[in-house]
């Protein structure tokens, strides 16, 4: 007698393993029973009462992976940060250095350009976000830009525009809050690469979770991780932050159960902005 594969047994036929589920109730479903949407699958049940609610109309509005409505642009808020990091690119290009001393993320430190203490100990908060989005030089704005682009493109899909959003921004502030907290408290830093990261971090977990094979996506992390600790002027900091930020966020979004989806969300979202906060209150504490 062969070993069971350890794979579900579709809910409508016992007999037939399988390893796809419904994109909206979870459910196991073989070939017979998959019925094609927009992201995924549903089964029959999901199709017919869009999936309990006895509304009929709800059936041709498919949901994403972490409950998000299923949206004709795939790539529509990656867009919007990419023009973000554009305009500002461009500002910096006009501005000229001044504005990279006045948004960059910084600990505590005298700015000879401005002629005062800056820093995030000195309660410019808003640092741990502009910096997220800021860049100086071609090569580093336009390699982040292709990592948006490319990543984000097979993320936001799976999250929902709303989910996808809070995730890329939860990664950019734990990014700068880990950076923040180990760097030295008068380097500098800057750029989208903590927002990068938590969308490798998402696409690891997305990945896990549609049990897809992991080794592309270990190879890429492994890869990121490398030129992360080799290259010369990298805030490691920064990218390992924004990786277990869009990691933890991701897990949370992904693996909430549907009958508490929104309060198991809301609250995974809420302990990571509980953490970043944390960091940086402990060091703002230690600084001044």
């Not at 809910?11 to 094609?36: A, N």
């Not at 250095?97 to 948004?103: A, C, I, Q, T, Y």
């Not at 990592?147 to 999250?159: K, T």
């Amino acid at each position: 007698m062969e070993p069971e594969s350890g794979l579900p047994r579709c809910y409508r036929h016992p007999d037939v393993e399988t390893g796809i589920r419904c994109t909206r109730c979870e459910k196991p479903i073989c070939p017979q029973c998959m019925v094609s949407a927009s992201v995924g699958f549903q089964c029959p049940d999901c199709v017919r009462n869009g999936s309990g609610t006895g509304h009929a109309a709800d059936a041709n509005q498919p949901r994403t992976l972490a409950g998000g409505r299923v949206a004709a642009d795939g790539r529509l808020v990656t867009k919007i940060v990419i023009a973000i990091n554009l305009a500002l690119f461009i500002a910096v290009q006009v501005a000229g250095d001044r504005l990279v001393d006045e948004l960059s993320l910084i600990g505590y430190a005298y700015s000879p350009p401005l002629g005062e203490v800056v820093g995030v100990a000195d309660g410019e908060w808003y640092r741990l976000l502009t910096s997220a989005f800021l860049h100086q030089e071609i090569p580093h704005f336009v390699f982040n830009m292709l990592g948006l682009w490319i990543i984000g493109g097979i993320v936001e899909p799976e999250l929902g525009r709303i989910r996808y959003a809070t995730m890329c921004l939860l990664s950019g502030i734990s990014g700068s809050a880990l950076a923040y907290l180990l760097a030295a408290p008068n380097q500098p830093s800057l750029g989208a690469s903590g927002i990068v990261f938590g969308l490798i971090g998402s696409w690891a977990v997305l990945t896990r979770r549609r049990r897809y094979d992991m080794r592309p996506v270990v190879l890429f992390v492994a890869l990121s991780l490398l030129l992360t600790f080799t290259r010369p002027g990298i805030s490691w900091e920064a990218h390992i932050g924004g990786l277990v930020g869009g990691a933890l966020v991701t897990y949370g979004l992904v693996h909430a159960p549907r009958a508490r989806r929104a309060l198991v969300q809301y609250a995974a979202c809420g302990l990571v902005v509980l953490i970043d906060v944390g960091l940086v209150l402990a060091r703002s504490a230690a600084l001044t």
